[in-house]
């Protein structure tokens, strides 16, 4: 059966998981997952937590505590808030022995086949402290869209910023420091020698790649590609195993597709699977889909890409689902500010099947979107849960006496039904605001039905085929209303059983 290896990849380990990371990635691809797996297929999902970029030394820094305690706490937080919700991954990444073995073993085979050049690039440099000033510990003006922030990946335009390039660049670890340029020898992956590959492989991608990812590819391909830093000259990392750099680490975004392999293999060893190479390799051909926000795509779909296509031997990732912001009132989430909603805190006051769907229905697909617990009050009371409870009472009364014969007129509207949903969470045009719309539309339709003694049998087949592809995002809901999990891929029921079924509780009835 092919396989489908479903990736999410880790938040930085410093703080528990906001409703932005929730609507964005990792709801998206707990549901491509179930979705996948109901539909009779193989999936793997990894996801887990990023332990080793900067922004950690800095985040601990203002909070006042130790980084290796933040990150271990913060992990610990992350599996939490994903299981509260439902988001149920197969492979969780964490940092060990074995993920810094691994990373370091990626690096070594790319190093073997003399695809990294030891190169002289400019850093920040701070000679009081005799510090090179990467990522987190650096700000300044991005010099493609002048948006001010850290160096790596600008989440204004999605373009990598090399430290060195940022405009007025000062410390974030002390603001009152002088900052000079200074060249020291890093290892780099030239991607400008894979420019022929990665614009053969992106433009196979052109139909479905999400309006920023299609603008940043083609941005990028407009310019001569960068040298892309494997190794940094600070302390904070997993350290490089070479010793032309032999006091450096790797930098923290390379670890990409080395994180993504990882979280790949643990999840098949949870199945008792013995992995290795093989997971990801061209002749298993498993289908890669990746779930991001659109900032961490240069990280992933470039250089990661870059990357296999260096290795050799492995496949493609076959679709990027990258997702926007998501704000809360109108505002950015924000730690540092304390402006966050968690998922934990929601889900301590609103049933996750509720959560689930509103998230879904505002998720920042395209383009930026907003919470408000007063809106997800309203919409899931008026679109989910009293029109489901409705039509679960109107289902009810045909209940316990014997199947009832579907029409083919039923069969073929169930058909379409299928295919609606089908096309919101296939990963081609993977959409979790059509899924979420999808279903209230069906649901409004079957609330509208006079449901006559002649066409019970095929309200109740309708309502039964809706549960089924609801059931990726209504976790709880189905879990108690279906004898199975399964999503038919066709509605070739000729009479249906009736069943009670359960009724959604929400926070305002
Ligand atoms: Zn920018």
Sequence with gaps: MDRTLVIAPGPTANGDLHLGHLAGPFLSADVCARYARATGRDVLFGTGVHFTQNYIVTTARRLGVDPEELRERSGAQVEQTLGTLA?????????????RLAVQDFFRRLHKLDKLRLRPVAFPYVARTGEFLTDAYVRGGCPVCLAVGCAGLCET??????SGDLIDPRSTLDPDDEVELRETP??????????????????????????????????????????YPITLPISWGIPAPFPEVADQVIYSDAETIAWSMHGSALAAELRGEQPGEELWSAAA?????????????FAFAVVGVAMLLALGGYALPAHFVTNEFYELENEKFSSSRGHVV?????????????????????????????FTREAMDRVTGERLVRPWNRVAAKAEQWAGGGPLPVSAHSRAAGQLLLD???????????????????????????????????????????????????????????AAGLPDATVPSAALAT?????????LAGADL
């Design 87 to 99: 988001i149920e991954a197969d492979g969780f990444v964490r940092f060990d022995q074995r993920y």
């Design 157 to 162: 335009c999605g373009h990598w910023i090399a």
């Design 186 to 227: 890093v290892l780099v992956l030239p991607l400008e020698e894979h420019r022929a590959e990665l614009t053969a492989y992106f433009a196979s991608l052109t139909a479905t790649m999400r309006p920023r990812l299609a603008q940043l590819v083609e941005e990028l391909l407009a310019e001569p590609l960068p040298d």
């Design 285 to 297: 051909a498993p289908a890669v889909v990746y779930f991001f926000g659109s900032d961490a795509s």
């Design 342 to 370: 968690t998922g934990r805190q929601l889900a301590a006051e609103v049933p996750r099947d509720l959560i689930r769907f509103y998230l879904a229905a505002t998720a920042p697909d395209f383009q930026r979107t907003n």
């Design 420 to 478: 609606r949903f089908a096309a919101a969470f296939e990963p081609r045009r993977f959409s979790l605001t059509a899924a979420a719309f999808t279903l209230t539309e069906q649901l409004a339709r079957l609330d509208q039905w006079e449901v006559t003694p002649e066409r019970a049998g095929d309200f109740c087949h309708e309502l039964d085929l809706l549960l089924r592809c609801a059931a990726p995002l209504l976790v709880d809901l189905a």
């Design 495 to 503: 009479e249906v059983v009736p069943r009670v079924l359960p009724r």
